[in-house]
């Protein structure tokens, strides 16, 4: 039988390998888990609710606040305010941009904004409540901050989009009402905003959500990028307003945590009590989708005025666990009564789990520091980042697509899903729940930035970290009693993060939450990615007990060049961490292309052009990988290359995380599927729900018990491993081999061994010599087949690879170069590079691919210095109408400039782009900026740049004649749809600018 992450026995294939395949088991998974989607208590309906939403007015009071400090609120609370001309709009509903017309061009370098604030206002009709009753105004959901105003009376504010809130308004209530709400939403107005938003978004001529597709985003203009996600933030009203009226007493929020072992479940209730009183807790634990027992408790207990909270125990006796294949849920249900009569109750669903890191106080088993238990049992998480795509679609009441996604998460083999970058709905959590799958939610994103206690307060987006922690407290608390729930991170991709402070908080709010600090944790933009990350050396010894380090691996998305086999690296064993992001890209189908909206629908599928495409660059050698050696010719060309060199790089990269089971504890591939037509196209499945090959191939990788191969010796060798995630070992098991010709199916190699495959580890079982009728085949399909000791199948994994990627280029980079700088015999240019005599200056020659390889593309580079300045010459003789010019430095054509003291840091960064904008960076905040000179021409000719380096602040401690220093000079051709070509003067082996160590050596005349 074979083996899956789901536990659902299989009839259809559990590995599927065609889009039909996947739909019969999804249909099958439906059919398994379609009773845990059910609740089987009655209904409760202990308070009264007035839904709000609807029609408002709204009008923009800064429609592109652009920094400094914050404006008081103007009187627009006012009940007699005269609104007639404020625009009228739907509630609930999610803006993110400004219109863009259908006829208006786009630049991408044009200002857009990225913080407002805007308000809203409706009248409605309340009768005084009866005494005794309380009535709130209660938010499901607004982006990101808001202040509340009732009749003129500020009832507070809010923020965070993820959380519900609610004001209390009994005393303020008239006959007519005006509700008046300001949002504020941005990062110059304080809102953390990342790399996600928390619904999909893109250039459109209506840029807005609301709660029907149909209605939502109209005329789109580009297709949806991680760019146009990073408008910074949504803002509006997002979910529904209701008016709750309840009794003097109700309750605030429920907590439920059920035991390790299923005896008994704890209950935290915090109440909200106009006055000090006494109530009695009535506690029912329903089975919520499932049949068996319910479990009750009653206490009476003093209840203070405010928030009071009453902490209970529930015993469960022969409770069922929450599992991933098993997801029973329990609904928690509490009463307040006073003697026989019902004041108010409330529910939350919970199930009986535990989750929790393998400590040094479990030396009793023998199992790798930092590895995860669920339900006291190990478990490796195998999952997809998801990006707001979910919640899109669910904010668009498609719940039965949302749940046919989550069901191809689970056909894919995944058993968990990371909320990228943003906070998923509760909804979205629930369901989640009921199918079983586990979750990471993360706080806050991408390079955000974190703001020391001592700097005092935040801007443009930067995060006080007492904020930071604040929020996360709130995120515990909303995740709580969600068992998918396992890891909440609070922040994505940063260096230099202390988390001490936020890791105690958090676990003072939630102590048996596991925190990630940061999803992405590095030492610095030099050496991002590396494995292992840093450490975070003022967690204390209990602390670590509760936190997992995570790094990111973006080889398949920026990895030039062929050869693959550098993206397979394994780990050593050591604590264990995770592996939060690594993906990448591929178009989607033209099938899938014909699906987009009218503004987007591609060119023929045999024009020579790129569509909906970030990273996938006509003359990119990947795409020759993709199409097994062939040059593509056309779109459907390069559709077809980008999918199978995504299949290509994701297998490797798993392969290396699979062969890391003492390192790696999960991974996440970024990203799943995408709600809109996508340009950074990493998704393993198209908005239209069509899987690309990468899924496919990953389905097969996240088999628990898994045969897996590597090539060796640029593919003269065949290593056999046997991956297994399991707690019990597979002796006495033999692996059946066979590697075929591709193109004709022609058996060149077959073979069998026995293996005995270890728990919880990757076990090597052979390495086979492959014979010249192999090693030279183009491309070959290896098939691998694990059969236990009676015989039976347990996994099968089969592959086609294309061998000229496991084979290294056939250069030498040789030794870095060596170059004098001349002295100016015409004396001092007082550092205007245009005055110097660059006829006496040494030229920088031998430039070459960044990786080695030669190029044909003519760049020169001269050096000269005054005693006072370096100057330094840079020219192409690409004509101006052929530069391509991005909306950053870093991204245009142009140059990238590193100078050091020494072969190593810290280093000094300078960028270039062809209108002349440079940027200059160091890698230590401790070296200053030197603030260098820069010129920059285009002409017919060709295009040149010129710089003026003061040299006593060059390096620490300035540079003399007789002085030796060290530097690299690069120029990076093509941008667009354009593969670029990076040039070196010191070429490093690798696509990497940020190699100290292959850094040229200058000596000052």
Known sequence: MAVTHDGVAPTADPVPASEAALTARIRELRVC????????????????????????????????????????????????????????????EWRYDAPTPAEAKIDPRAHRPDSRI?????????????????????????????????????????????????????????????????????????????????????????????????????????????????????FGIHREVFLETTCAVAVAAIFVRGAAGASAATVRVETDALEDGEVTLAVQILPENFEGRAYRTTATRPVRHGVDSHTLSVPTPGARRWRPAEPCLYRCRVTLLDGERRLDAADALFGHRSFRLVTERDAARPLPTGLFLLNDEPVYLRGA????????????????????????????????????????????????????????????????????????????????????????????????????????????IETGFDPVDIVTAVLDADPERIVKPISGNMRDWGSAYECPPPDYPSLSRQQWDNVVNDFH???????????????????????????????????????????????????????????????????????TIGLRGRRPHGLRDYIDASQTYQADALAEQVTGFRLSPQRIAGHFVFHLIDALPAEWQKSLVSFDGTPKRAFFALAQLNQPVLPLFRFLDEGRRLALWVANDRNKGLPGCRLGWRLEAADHGRVLLEG????????????????????????????VTVSLVLRDAAGAAVSAYRREVFLKAWRPPDYEIGEPPRTGVPRLASGDADGDPARVDWRAAAPLAGWRQVEGPPTDRRV??????????????????????????????????????????????????LGIDPRGAFLEVTSDPALPLCGPAVRSEAGPDGWFVLVAFPLPTLVPGGIRPGDVFYGNFYCKTGSGDVYREMLAWSPNGRPDFHVPERFGELTLE
């Open 118 to 234: 805007v308000w809203y206002r409706t009248t409605f009709a309340a009768a005084a409540p009866s005494p005794g009753r309380r009535v709130f105004v209660a938010f499901a959901g607004a982006t990101w901050e808001t202040e509340v105003w009732l009749n003129g009376v500020f009832l507070g504010r809010h923020t965070a989009y993820w959380e519900p809130f609610r004001f209390e308004v009994t005393r303020h209530l008239r006959g007519r009402n005006v509700l008046a709400v300001r949002v504020l939403a941005g990062p110059q107005l304080g809102e953390p905003v990342s790399g996600w938003t928390v619904l999909s978004c893109a250039l459109a001529e209506q840029p807005r959500h609301v709660r029907d597709a149909a209605r939502s985003i109209l005329g789109q203009r580009t297709p949806f990028a991680f760019k146009s996600s990073c408008f910074a933030t949504g």
């Open 860 to 909: 020169e580079a001269r050096v000269a210095h005054d005693g006072r300045y370096l100057y330094v010459k840079l020219e192409r003789d690409v004509p101006d109408d052929d530069v391509q010019c991005d909306d950053s430095v870093w991204t245009s054509e142009g140059w990238e400039v590193f100078l050091a003291a020494r072969r190593g840091k810290p280093y000094r960064q």
């Open 553 to 623: 691996c973006y080889n398949g998305w920026y990895r030039r060049g062929l050869p693959l086999s550098p993206s397979a690296t394994s780990c050593p064993p050591g604590r264990m961490l995770t592996v939060g992001e690594f993906g990448a890209e591929a178009l989607d189908g033209y099938a899938t292309m014909q699906r987009y909206p009218p503004l987007l629908q591609p060119p023929p599928a045999t024009a020579d052009r790129l569509w909906g495409h970030a990273q996938v660059k006509r003359g990119d050698p990947r795409l």
């Open 33 to 92: 888990f379609e009773p845990f989607l059910r609740s089987l208590p009655a209904p409760l309906e202990a308070r009264s609710r007035r839904d709000l939403s609807g029609v408002w007015r709204w009008k923009f009071e800064v429609e592109d606040f652009t920094g400094g400090p914050r404006p008081a609120a103007p009187d627009w609370h006012r009940p007699d305010l005269d609104d007639a001309d404020w625009a009228t709009t739907a509630v609930p």
């Open 385 to 492: 980042a998801v990006s707001p795509a979910l919640n899109t679609l669910w904010y668009w009441c498609q719940e039965d697509r949302l749940i046919d996604v989550l069901l191809m998460v689970k056909a894919g083999q995944f058993n968990a899903v990371r909320a990228c970058e943003h906070v998923q709905f509760a909804e979205v959590r629930e369901l989640q729940d009921r199918l079983g799958i586990l979750s990471e939610q993360d706080l806050v994103g991408a390079g955000v930035g974190y703001v020391p206690p001592e700097s005092g307060g935040a801007g443009n987006g930067a995060v006080p970290l007492a904020t930071l922690g604040e929020l996360a407290v709130r995120l515990a608390r909303a995740c709580y009693n969600h068992p998918g729930v396992v890891l909440l991170t609070t922040g994505g």
């Open 752 to 779: 069998a061994v026995a293996a005995d495959v270890a728990p919880l580890d990757a076990t090597p079982i052979a390495t086979i010599d492959l014979p010249p009728a192999v090693h030279n085949t183009p491309t």
